[in-house]
């Protein structure tokens, strides 16, 4: 269990003065992409919970186990080696995109069907967890396409030194004196 109100506290600090997670940090973090999937495969979801006045997050149990741990570890690692923030960053045409998205559902497929004995995984849920990976990845894959991502982060970038400048004029920082 986690302390929502810690983790509240936490992200204010995150970039120093600012009050919240840069837009730039949102658009790389995949930790809750990620968690979604663990929570899937688990067959869990995020609660919450008071005890003693605090609000704590809890995982509950809400319905089958898709894969064990080691099927649920080995599918993790292969969508975290794609989902993650140095691979968006990356520069695809549009061939390469449709290459890759086509190469990641052919190589999860095969290690799912390979490997669904081991991975704990029966059958009526293959052709679902490779849909609900493959949900995650071909969207985040997209934003490779014509260096996109990175041309963004330009603007992003732009936008939060000029404001940062301009709250530091207020406050005096280049103030003649």
Known sequence: MADVSAEANKQSHYNG????????HYRLDTKDILDSLQMFLKGERI??????????????????????DI????????????????VVQGNFDDLQTSNYIYNCRID???DIITNRKTYGIE?????????????????YIS????????????????????????????SGLFAKG
């Open 71 to 86: 099927g649920t570890q080995s599918i993790m690692s292969f969508v975290s080696s794609i989902v993650n923030s140095a």
């Open 108 to 110: 999860l497929t095969q």
């Open 143 to 170: 934003r490779l396409k014509d260096n996109k991502e990175r041309e963004s982060y330009t603007d992003s970038l732009k936008t939060n030194e000029v404001s940062r400048v301009e709250a530091e004029k207020r």
């Open 123 to 139: 059958g009526e849920y293959i052709n679902l967890i490779i849909n609900f990976c493959m949900n995650l990845i071909e969207p």
């Open 47 to 68: 609660g919450i919970e008071e005890k003693d006045g605090k609000v704590w997050q809890t995982l509950i149990s809400t319905g089958t186990e898709k894969a064990n």
């Open 17 to 24: 003065n600012f009050v919240t997670p840069s837009a730039l």
